[in-house]
């Protein structure tokens, strides 16, 4: 852009550049802010009774205040998963990072596997997940425990759903680790080796550092990820407390179509929690800029 | 999607701390770890019998993939492929002309056009999904319709973000030697900008196509049962118990076409750059 606007002529022809990329603007963006806004508006309306399925419209805010502890305990276990599931795959995708860093051959072997894992669906992993953790599952089998072994699928802990989450996104988070430290960090760990730095030191001082920014930004995607995410939190969590999804999910389909405006209500406090989430890493990611 | 690496460094391998033996060690526990949940799930697929306490099956058998032989996968997989070519085909340009209008832009709607860009991130897909629904319903968009259009807004950030970083190190100055040299602006972009766009095009379509090709609960929440593609069917396979051969030939099924696509996009660019 920079080059062209170098060599651009007059600025007739720069506003006639600048109309068309609006044009060319409005072609992404009309779906994006069709979609969104309808559905935000349509989840709003319907939460307060506005634009009910069937029935004459009533504005009522029984939805937003009849289940408020069975809502923040949701939102409390949702968040209790994304976090859980976020450190995990930020400690084993830098570890993972570092190794396809450090190990040639090895490596190469752990790269392409990991990135291999990027294309499968949530919803094969999730049930991968279930044949490995359940009950008489492959690895009660090979440890040959069925007695002591504890309930990780279904079980009060969401075991088996932040496995999921964390194999599935540990692979992407080295990825994005990968993508934006490896051209840089090798000529910075031979200074450092050169300067008398430790192997932990490099790790510590070198490395991590490097990686910073990129793990930052991937630990808000997989949070956000994660916390709107429905098929493992489903297919391998307890029937109870629910995550926000599985509630929203179970409300919106349930025969009862009372239920649609807690669905709604369900739905927009997820939105409302993501918001904050990425709002606050924003500001976290500048504060970080600006120390720097 | 897999970034091109440079061999590793002697003080790299060192910044590992332990010796030899040490490092293998932990090189097996992270393959172990990235392939041990696909393990039950190839072993499924081809087990005759495998009762409770056994390591392995006791007997063999390619009876799972034999039962996805029926009218109503083959449907499913037919649904599946166009979803998900419908949603890369749409996604991918619109990807494209988004990124070109930021940069394009001055600063302030650019800026605006890239926040746009970036906000169906923040929102969870089956929230998306629940408000938006009752409007297709209301305007008697056809299930199939409302899905793509769902998904297409769904893939958006992903193949805006790959065009991005890729026209973010793309040099002007190439078109700006073929102009020189004659070649008008439509020449130009074909002979040399799509071209050099070629992979990060091809990286977008592929992600947006694993949008639509694994969706689960787009497809379950607006098809309303109509839409019927492979994530659905594992879906009811897996949520029911003693399903295990049908749910693992399905996963085999599903995963097996995205990686020899993963494959074909990598490998050839790979080879390329280490000659």
């Known amino acids: ?292 | 999607m897999i970034p091109v690496l440079q061999p590793a460094s002697t003080s790299m391998r060192r910044t590992l701390p332990g010796g030899l033996p040490l490092r293998v060690v932990l090189g097996c526990l992270l393959v172990a770890w990235i392939a041990a949940p696909m393990v039950p799930v190839l072993l499924w697929s081809i087990a005759g019998q495998w009762r409770a306490p056994a390591v392995l099956p006791s007997s063999y058998s390619l009876q799972g993939f034999a039962d996805l032989a029926t009218a109503d996968t083959a449907r499913a997989a037919v649904s599946s492929l166009s979803l998900g070519l419908g949603v890369a085909v749409i996604a991918t340009p619109l990807g494209y002309v988004g990124v070109l209008a930021v940069r394009a832009l001055p600063s302030l709607p650019g800026r605006f056009v890239e926040f746009v860009l970036l906000v169906p991130l923040a929102i969870p897909p089956f929230a998306l999904v629940m408000g938006v629904n009752v409007a297709l319903l209301r305007l008697y968009v056809s299930p199939t319709l409302g899905v793509i259009l769902v998904l297409v807004v769904t893939a958006l950030p992903y193949t805006a973000f790959m065009f991005r970083s890729a026209l973010a190190s793309y040099d002007h100055q190439f078109e700006e030697v073929a102009r020189s040299l004659g070649a008008s602006p439509g020449q130009a972009a074909r002979h040399v900008r799509y071209p050099l766009l070629a992979s990060a095009a091809a990286r977008a379509f592929f992600l947006a196509f694993l949008v639509g090709w694994g969706d689960y609960i787009t497809t379950l929440l607006i098809g309303g049962g109509q839409l019927r593609t492979l994530p659905l069917l594992l879906g009811s396979a897996a949520s029911t118990t003693g399903n295990e051969q049908l749910t693992a030939a399905l996963s085999v099924a599903i995963i097996i076409p995205p990686l020899i696509l993963l494959a074909g996009l990598t490998l050839p660019t790979a080879r390329k750059r280490r000659q």
Not at chain 1, 26 to 43: D, E, F, H, K, R
Not at chain 1, 54 to 82: C, K, M, N
């Open chain 1, 1 to 292: 852009m920079a080059a062209r606007r170098r060599f651009g002529p007059m600025t007739g022809r720069r506003a006639s550049t600048t109309g068309r990329a609006a044009l060319l603007a409005l072609l992404a963006v009309v779906p994006i802010v069709a979609v969104v806004g309808v559905s935000l508006t349509a989840a709003g309306l319907q939460s307060v009774g506005l634009m009910p399925f069937i029935g004459p419209p009533q504005l009522s805010a029984d939805a937003w205040t009849s289940e408020t502890g069975e809502l923040i305990r949701s939102s409390v276990t949702s968040v209790y998963i994304a976090a859980v599931s976020t450190v995990l795959s930020l400690v084993v995708g830098f570890m993972l990072a570092a190794y396809v860093l450090a190990m040639h051959r090895m490596g190469r072997i752990v790269e392409t596997l990991s990135a291999a894992t990027i294309p499968i669906p949530h919803v094969i992993g999730a049930g991968a997940i279930g044949l490995l953790l359940s009950d008489s599952g492959f690895l009660e089998r090979l440890l040959g425990m069925p007695d002591a072994f504890p309930a990780l699928v279904s079980g009060p802990w969401f075991v088996a759903v932040i496995a999921e989450y964390a194999w599935k996104e540990s692979a992407f988070v080295a990825l994005v680790v990968l993508g934006s430290i490896s051209r840089s960090v090798g000529d910075l760990c031979d200074a450092a080796a050169t300067l008398g730095a430790s192997a932990g030191q490099r790790i510590v001082r070198v490395v991590l550092p490097l990686a910073v920014p990129s793990l930052a930004v991937s630990a808000a995607i997989v949070f956000v990820y994660t916390l709107g995410s429905y098929e493992a939190a489903w297919l391998l969590g307890p029937t109870s407390p629910e995550p926000l999804p599985v509630r929203a999910v179970r409300l919106f389909t349930s025969v009862d179509l009372a239920a649609r405006p807690q669905a709604m209500v369900t739905a927009l406090v997820s939105v409302a929690v993501s918001v904050v989430v990425i709002i606050t890493a924003v500001l976290v990611l500048r504060r970080h800029r600006s120390l720097r």
